[in-house]
């Protein structure tokens, strides 16, 4: 991977939502860079924050929820402090999404078409309505859907090419950074495959930049460069993706990797780990996971460890490592 | 007493398409869908037997005709040797107690008024096996072999109040306070997250060697079966098209489609760049399914024949292991 740069630099970021039995701290002091060119998956369990991070990303947090700290520079400018209408020409132009669930998110009663040259025309006014609907069929030939199909209504069409129609928004505008969050986990796992190919080759075709949010260990593993690993609202660990899966240094994704079910005939034994994720309205002082940490030591109870290593080299949080640094 | 606690037997279960009244009158075809559509195997005392396929397999209707939560359209079901299909439904209570079911979301499982004992031991007093203390006497013991503990405090707890994990463990309680023979799992696990999900295997795992269960394990997830499954059927659309022990299955599977199903799924290990053989497009709509062998659409193998003719299941070799595929025997390797 060339470093081109970096893109977004998220600092510090601290995200909450109240709720009637305390406040939840979802996002807790998270420090996050992502250059250029590059597909960060972004993994951990439900509840970890790593959907709330990535709607961060783009202002989508809504009450209860709320951005209480931290900075988010996007190309040098500070996301928190844009205007909304300034946000408003951010979203889908310059970052775009791409939601779990294609049904949802695509208008019933608006052709498959339609949606292009709506997303093209809101961004960019001097488009004319027939140059956007050319746009939109150039586009689709490399997302493996037919143009005829550009006529269809969402429910007309499977739901993987539904969501190959959601990525294909993402991708209309060249936005700079696209968020995928858990682009694959409502297809069958065929679709899921077919959908991965086309992601892998579109990454190489437009050059993108991703933030791939997915609980999915073997996702990650197929599309990402670089891993962070999240839980209970902290970042635990950052490498390169084959670094991490061969050197992971925090025992927790020590223990998420030996932890993922394969189809590796040679693997019958699969490790458990005990316990489950912290209430995080009153998370545990010190480390977030030592009391389901194997190695924990008497300094993990009390403090909680910083993040340590370089930025963009391998970073963990764990104290079994100051002295590593 | 016959080594199969089950035997399902050309099992038919097609729902009517809905149609507005003014269609209904003016057209006298109605529609079906195709959710089981003639399949047959046996389930056998103490195995792990999985059911997997993609989503409108028809593997859920599967499960749930043979604990009878919907009626077959056709076909016989033998639980024990009592046909389910057909029995009487004040019967069917008696059987229920025997075979119980735990599906994949705990939440919706779970009544959220009741307190999780009261929930767990439900079955006891419908069932008429106990009440009052020992009722609480045997919910509490389920209730600490199942991992829920400390049980007298969880035992007044509403689900909300219960992790998600602890959810799920105390619908396999309720399933197994009644001392069922058969337990039909559909997803158990899917909506658990990772580090949470080898607990609840291994436990449903555990609670098989302790309680002499029999499990029919419903899953899309070849990955979670590996580890729990003896024997395993792939369905496609309605039908079973291979079946097998499970090793056999996944080391050499026969049927083209159970080949792109184990290719298809994502390998934790950012190495091993597989050599992918995707069929196209998705899985086809159920009301109208291809002529032949279902699969042909989407086959890169396919010949003629399998436009015409639909393949049977049929051993292969004198093994334990089925494949219903014209052409097994030539794409072998």
């Not at chain 1, 309505?129 to 006529?151: C, F, N, P």
């Not at chain 1, 069958?188 to 993108?208: G, S």
């Not at chain 1, 394969?262 to 780990?273: C, N, S, V």
């Amino acid at each position: 991977m060339d470093s081109n740069g970096v893109l977004l630099e998220v600092k510090d970021l601290q995200v909450q939502y109240e709720t009637r039995a305390g406040i939840v701290r979802a996002v807790d002091h998270v420090d996050l860079t992502i250059e250029r060119g590059e597909v960060v998956g972004l993994v951990g369990e439900s509840g970890c924050g790593k959907s709330t991070l990535g709607f961060s990303i783009l202002r989508l947090i809504r009450p209860p929820g709320e951005i209480v700290g931290g900075e988010m520079l996007f190309d040098g400018e500070d996301l928190l402090k844009k205007s909304q209408s300034e946000m408003i020409r951010i979203r889908g132009k310059r970052i775009a999404m791409i939601f779990q669930d294609p049904m949802t998110c695509l208008n019933p009663l608006q052709r498959i078409d339609d949606h292009f040259v709506e997303t093209i025309r809101v961004h960019e006014g001097h488009v004319s309505t027939e140059e956007a609907h050319e746009w939109a069929a150039k586009l689709v030939d490399s997302l493996g859907i037919i143009s005829s199909r550009l006529s269809d209504y969402p429910h007309q069409l499977s739901g993987g090419m539904r969501q190959r129609v959601m990525i294909g928004l993402a991708l209309v505008l060249n936005s700079d950074l696209i968020i995928a969050d858990e682009p694959t986990t409502s297809l069958d796992v065929i679709v899921e495959a077919q959908i991965l190919e086309l992601m892998k080759h579109l990454r190489e075709e437009f050059n993108l930049t991703m933030i791939l949010i997915t609980h999915n260990m073997g996702i990650v593993a197929e599309l990402a460069d670089r891993i962070a690993v999240m839980y209970a609202g902290k970042l635990m660990e950052v490498a390169g993706t084959v670094e991490l899966y061969d050197r992971p240094l925090h025992p927790y994704t020590q223990g998420l990797l030996r932890s993922i079910p394969t189809i590796d005939l040679e693997r019958q034994e699969l490790a458990t780990m005990p316990g489950s994720p912290p209430d995080l309205i009153e998370p545990p002082p010190g480390c977030r996971f030592y009391p389901r940490c194997p190695q924990a030591m008497e300094i993990c109870s009390r403090m909680e460890p910083p993040v340590m290593g370089k930025a963009n080299r391998h970073q963990v949080a764990c104290w079994l490592y100051e002295d590593a640094f | 007493m016959s080594d199969n606690l089950v035997e399902v037997r050309n099992i038919k279960k097609w729902f009517p398409v809905q149609t507005s009244f003014v269609e209904t009158l003016l057209s006298r075809k109605i529609d079906h869908v195709r959710a089981v559509d003639g399949v047959s195997f046996d389930i056998r005392r103490g195995e792990v037997f999985g059911l997997a396929g993609e989503s409108g397999s028809g593997k859920t209707t599967m499960g749930r005709l043979i604990v009878r939560l919907v009626d077959p359209t056709e076909g016989h079901i033998l639980f024990d040797g009592i046909d389910v299909a057909t029995i009487a439904p004040g019967k069917m209570r008696e059987l229920r107690r025997r075979m119980q079911v735990i599906f994949q979301d705990p939440t919706a499982s779970l009544n959220p008024r009741m307190k999780v004992g009261e929930a767990i031991g439900h079955g006891l007093l419908i069932h008429g096996i106990a009440r009052g203390e020992e009722k609480r006497q045997r919910v509490i013991e389920i209730m600490e072999k199942v991992g829920l503990t400390p049980a007298a405090t969880l035992y007044e707890k509403y689900p909300h109040q219960l992790s998600g994990g602890q959810r799920q463990r105390a619908v396999i309680a309720r399933a197994l306070v009644l001392q069922p023979e058969l337990v039909v799992a559909d997803e158990p696990i899917a909506m658990a997250d990772v580090s949470v999900r080898a607990l609840l295997l291994k436990l449903m795992m555990d609670l098989k060697d302790e309680f002499d269960l029999t499990y029919l394990y419903i899953t899309h997830d070849l990955a979670t079966a590996k580890y729990v499954c003896d024997r395993i059927g792939i369905m496609y659309l309605g039908k079973i098209v291979e079946m097998g022990p499970l090793l056999e299955v996944y080391s050499r599977p026969l049927h083209p489609y159970t080949e792109a199903l184990l290719a298809a799924v994502p390998v934790p290990d950012p190495r091993a760049l597989r050599e992918k053989a995707l069929p196209e497009g998705e899985i086809p709509n159920p009301v109208n399914p291809p002529p032949g062998c279902r699969f042909h659409p989407r086959c890169a193998f396919a010949e003629d024949i399998c436009k015409q003719e639909e393949p049977p299941l049929q051993h292969e070799g004198d093994g334990d292991h089925l494949v219903a595929c014209h052409l097994y025997g030539a794409l072998r390797r």
